[in-house]
């Protein structure tokens, strides 16, 4: 899709959302309006309303895929939102619920009935079930894998085994496998047996016995080669493969790196137990990138944007807090200087410029070190080539803006001793950035932590506090004697 699409399909997405917010207007007027009728007028007319607004929605609803069913919902007040929901038809909630924000599927499953939620997941996949079951609550899970018959229950408590974040929980289990020993007109025969191959199908699994992978037949190569010839000629032998308990972010390097669609996933006894799709590994992607957008301002995934003040109020406390103990610390080491600042009030002006271009550039470090962390490029071996490397950025930056700023102080304030402390303490405020802007999320993540999450709090912490603690004793020593 290039840039003119996705536009348009963006806009097609915002008029869908103006038409369904102006139909529910539109109900809630002829609502307001039935509610003058006499009594006994009333309840035919608002039994005919209801017929009528619930048969405009579904044909409407009818017409629209679940993910774009799920943009609407997450951008509907909750009161709207609850009255749109609710006139979802039974068998596509369960799609719909897969495409929405964590936050919005948790408010919508908690105003649902457990028979309702066992309905709509049942019309899914047992993979899509298993992803669906870490929202639900316990009582309902029971519920929904006693409704499931025996089969496909083993196929989500299979699924349900593989830790987030892993290969296993984003692979699809459903799959076509072929041996080695028949030719390629007996698998053309065997998939035109298929009543509906899976989705999306680009290549066959060979095996063995023992459901070994041994091999893929390209679907290309299925239908390219002669039907005569058998399966072990044509198949591609020791295909690129993922187990089963390899990180999810390791797949991404490598779907990235060899451009592929599709690869097989096995167990640690090489026995072929899934396949992972691309568009698995890029809805990982997208989960990642925005969760990492959220908790660099110390929010979480679940936060819905119009979920009650008080539940949001909660979810930002701790790092309001945090926020609040850093913020303290710093106006201390302000406070140490008190009589430094009134003898040389410019200080108070020149102390914000400090602070800011040291965060900025601790802020470019952090990213490119987690960048670099999840991409496996920064280890212990390299490490020190990435702080060497930082610092000498740093010194440069630092001689030059340092140069700039001192330059500017000597303009505006006429003090060449003022203007020294000012270069010295925005080159030195750098380098400390710098430093904190590597070691802080290795440290994190030394300590089993999520870098991204708490790396910006701290780092300004660090570059705020010392920032204002070079500036103000450079000041102190240099200036006021």
């Known amino acids: 899709m290039d840039q003119q699409q996705r536009e348009q399909y963006h806009r097609s997405l915002e008029a869908t959302l103006v038409e369904i917010l102006e139909l529910l207007e539109k109900h809630r007027l002829e609502r307001e309006l039935s509610l003058r009728q006499a009594s006994g007028q009333r309840e035919l007319v608002d039994a005919l309303l209801a017929r009528q607004h619930k048969g405009e929605f579904q044909r409407r609803l009818a017409r629209m895929h679940p993910a774009d069913i799920a943009f609407v919902l997450e951008r509907l007040p909750t009161d709207e939102r609850l009255e749109l929901w609710a006139l979802v038809d039974a068998e596509r909630r369960g799609g719909v619920l897969l495409e929405l924000a964590d936050g919005v599927r948790d408010s919508l499953i908690a105003a649902m009935p457990q028979r309702e939620i066992v309905d709509a997941a049942e019309h899914l996949e047992s993979d899509e079930i298993a992803y669906l079951v870490p929202s639900l609550p316990q009582d309902t899970v029971a519920a929904l894998l006693s409704s499931l018959d025996q089969r496909e229950r083993h196929k989500v408590r299979e699924m349900l085994a593989f830790p987030e974040g892993t290969v296993g929980a984003l692979m699809d289990i459903e799959m076509v496998t072929v041996r080695d020993d028949v030719v390629i007109e007996v698998v053309l025969r065997y998939l035109r047996r298929h009543e509906e191959l899976p989705d999306p199908f680009d290549q066959v699994f060979v095996v063995d016995r023992d459901g070994v992978l041994v091999g893929i037949l390209r679907l290309k190569d299925l239908l390219t080669h002669d039907p005569d010839r058998p399966v072990a000629e044509v198949m591609l032998r020791e295909p690129l493969t993922f187990s089963t308990h390899d990180p999810a972010s390791d797949a991404v390097g490598v779907f990235e790196r060899y451009d592929l669609v599709s690869a097989p996933v096995v167990n640690l006894h090489q026995r072929l137990t899934g396949v992972l799709h691309f568009a698995a590994v890029m809805d990982f992607i997208s989960e990642q990138a925005e969760s990492q957008q959220l908790k660099q301002v110390g929010l979480t995934e679940d936060e819905d ?3 009650p003040v008080m539940d949001s109020a909660r979810n930002r406390w701790p790092w309001l807090g945090l926020n609040l103990l850093t913020a303290l610390v710093a106006s201390r080491v302000i406070g140490a200087f008190e009589a430094t600042i009134q003898q040389q009030v410019a200080l108070a002006a020149l102390m914000p410029v400090v602070a800011s271009i040291g965060g900025n550039t601790g802020n470019q ?17 390299s490490l020190w080539v990435v702080v060497r490397k930082e610092l000498a950025i740093a010194l440069v930056n630092g001689l030059l803006w340092g140069s700039v700023v001192a330059l500017a102080a000597l303009l505006f304030y006429r003090q060449p001793a003022l203007s020294l402390v000012m270069g010295i303490a925005v080159a030195a405020n750098l380098l400390i950035a710098s430093l904190a802007g590597v070691f802080i999320p290795v440290a994190l993540k030394q300590a089993g932590r999520d870098p991204v999450l708490g790396s910006s709090v701290l780092l300004t912490f660090v570059t705020d506090a010392m920032g204002f603690l070079v500036f103000l004793g450079l000041a102190a020593w ?4």
Do not use: C
């Open 478 to 481: 240099l200036i006021v004697g």
């Open 305 to 307: 944007l119009f979920a």
């Open 365 to 381: 470090t952090v990213a490119l070190v987690i960048r670099g962390m999840a991409l496996e490029q920064i280890v212990a071996s």
